[in-house]
């Protein structure tokens, strides 16, 4: 398995000091995070994609770029691109340019984001979205995977003997993950190219993540790619932790109160029963992490939100490293207890292109 950090990128002031970070000052706090996550032996760092206040990363590529340079080992990936209101064009260039750039260490996760309003500053309607996704997809994966492409759509103009440059590193398209929280279109699309589907499970019940889960694995057998187990299933989640429980919900209870996401709703100790948000000790963190294969089944990826709600940089990394020192090692272990033989690894650049050595198809 895969272990990480998500962040979606908010500018939010503290509530307990009332400050709010300026847009270079959480830039540079996101950069400090991935380094972070690399530092203490995470897997992966992943960005949302916003192009509204009080977001910042409307620019993925570039700042995954950047850390790209001054990493080594992580797999640099988004929590959101927006393949809605993106021309799948740009996708196709700036992606294989960042696959070039990290040597194979990256993937993406296409989305429709939860900012309506940003459709149409993009000269889309949100009434399309679902069609939009579907279309813009499979332009973008003929760009990936043809040298020159011919093609006409309802979205945007046609293409005429085409191509994207540069072309995927040693000819292999970037893994895509679909994202999605409540859609289950986005599931069967996941599920007809064979690709990834990671559920945001920070906001819904198990049952409904299971549902989810198990329409993605049904359709992914469904069209010949494997069997259920073999599917590529990948989760969010949200943790806060210190030593003692009762410091942990004492101390982040004021930023759950104000976080922009979900704040002034439901309390705390409902959303943390509800919901897979977590708050308390590493212990409590790794009993209820663990609690997810029992209706995810055996998956690929694990990322956490960690560095939102107004929370300093200080108190995140201090996350980040309890997180990678006391949890992730435990949830390795426990992860690996009892996993199918059958069950896959989550891919890589290096793996994908093993198969596409052997023959193997990677479609």
Same mark, same amino acid.
């Given at each position: 398995?895969?272990?990480?950090?998500?962040?979606?990128?908010?500018?939010?002031?503290?509530? @307990?000091? *009332?400050?709010?970070? @300026?847009?270079? %000052?959480?830039?540079?706090? &996101?950069?400090?995070?991935?380094?972070?996550?690399?530092?203490?032996?995470?897997?992966?760092?992943? @960005?949302?994609?916003?192009?509204?206040? #009080?977001?910042?990363?409307?620019?993925?590529?570039? &700042?995954?770029?950047?850390?790209?340079?001054?990493?080594?080992?992580?797999?640099?990936?988004?929590?959101?691109?927006?393949? !809605?209101?993106?021309?799948?064009?740009? $996708?196709?260039?700036?992606?294989?340019?960042?696959?070039?750039?990290?040597?194979?260490?990256?993937?993406? &996760?296409?989305?429709?984001?939860?900012?309506?309003?940003?459709?149409?500053?993009?000269?889309?309607?949100?009434?399309?979205?679902?069609?939009?996704?579907?279309?813009?997809?499979?332009?973008?994966?003929?760009?990936?995977?043809?040298?020159?492409?011919?093609?006409? *759509?309802?979205?945007? !103009?046609?293409?005429? *003997?085409? !191509?994207?440059?540069?072309?995927?590193?040693?000819?292999?398209? #970037?893994?895509?993950?679909?994202?999605?929280?409540?859609? /289950?279109?986005?599931?069967?699309?996941?599920?007809?190219?064979?690709?990834?589907?990671?559920?945001?499970?920070?906001?819904? /019940?198990?049952?409904?993540?299971?549902?989810?889960?198990?329409?993605?694995?049904?359709?992914?057998?469904?069209? *010949?790619?494997?069997?259920?187990?073999?599917? $590529?299933?990948?989760?969010?989640?949200?943790?806060? &932790?210190?030593?003692?429980?009762?410091?942990?919900?004492?101390?982040?209870? /004021?930023?759950?109160?104000?976080?922009?996401?979900?704040?002034?709703?439901?309390?705390?100790?409902?959303?943390?029963?509800?919901?897979?948000?977590?708050?308390?000790? /590493?212990?409590?963190?790794? %009993?209820?992490?663990?609690?997810?294969?029992?209706?995810?089944?055996?998956?690929?990826?694990?990322?956490?939100?960690?560095?939102?709600?107004?929370?300093?940089?200080?108190?995140?990394?201090?996350? $980040?490293?309890?997180?990678?020192? %006391? =949890?992730?090692? +435990?949830?390795?272990?426990?992860?690996? +207890?009892?996993?199918?033989?059958?069950?896959?690894?989550? #891919?890589?650049?290096?793996?994908?292109?093993?198969?596409?050595?052997?023959? =193997?198809?990677? %479609?």
């Amino acid at each position: 398995m895969q272990f990480g950090i998500f962040s979606v990128g908010d500018v939010t002031a503290d509530p @307990t000091t *009332g400050r709010t970070p @300026t847009e270079r %000052e959480r830039i540079k706090a &996101m950069v400090a995070i991935a380094l972070k996550a690399e530092e203490v032996g995470l897997d992966v760092f992943a @960005t949302g994609e916003h192009h509204n206040p #009080p977001f910042v990363p409307s620019s993925p590529t570039t &700042m995954l770029g950047y850390i790209a340079a001054r990493t080594e080992r992580l797999v640099l990936s988004t929590s959101t691109t927006l393949i !809605t209101t993106n021309d799948p064009v740009k $996708i196709a260039e700036d992606f294989a340019m960042l696959q070039h750039l990290a040597d194979g260490r990256m993937d993406l &996760m296409m989305g429709r984001g939860n900012t309506g309003p940003v459709y149409p500053w993009f000269g889309q309607d949100i009434r399309q979205g679902i069609n939009l996704a579907i279309e813009n997809y499979a332009l973008l994966r003929r760009l990936w995977r043809e040298d020159v492409v011919d093609w006409e *759509g309802k979205f945007r !103009t046609p293409l005429q *003997g085409f !191509t994207s440059t540069p072309r995927p590193l040693d000819g292999v398209p #970037p893994f895509v993950w679909h994202g999605s929280i409540r859609s /289950p279109e986005i599931a069967e699309q996941a599920a007809y190219y064979g690709d990834g589907f990671f559920h945001n499970n920070i906001f819904w /019940p198990a049952d409904h993540t299971k549902r989810m889960v198990e329409l993605y694995r049904a359709r992914y057998a469904h069209y *010949g790619h494997g069997t259920p187990e073999q599917a $590529i299933v990948g989760l969010g989640g949200q943790v806060f &932790m210190r030593r003692n429980s009762q410091d942990a919900v004492r101390e982040f209870r /004021p930023y759950f109160d104000n976080a922009p996401v979900y704040g002034h709703g439901p309390s705390l100790e409902d959303f943390t029963d509800q919901t897979p948000l977590t708050v308390g000790s /590493p212990q409590q963190v790794i %009993e209820k992490t663990l609690s997810f294969r029992e209706y995810a089944g055996d998956y690929q990826r694990q990322l956490f939100l960690m560095d939102h709600a107004g929370l300093p940089l200080k108190t995140v990394l201090e996350q $980040i490293d309890m997180l990678g020192e %006391e =949890v992730v090692p +435990v949830l390795r272990k426990e992860f690996a +207890v009892g996993r199918p033989a059958n069950v896959p690894d989550a #891919p890589t650049h290096q793996s994908l292109l093993a198969a596409a050595a052997q023959g =193997v198809s990677v %479609e």
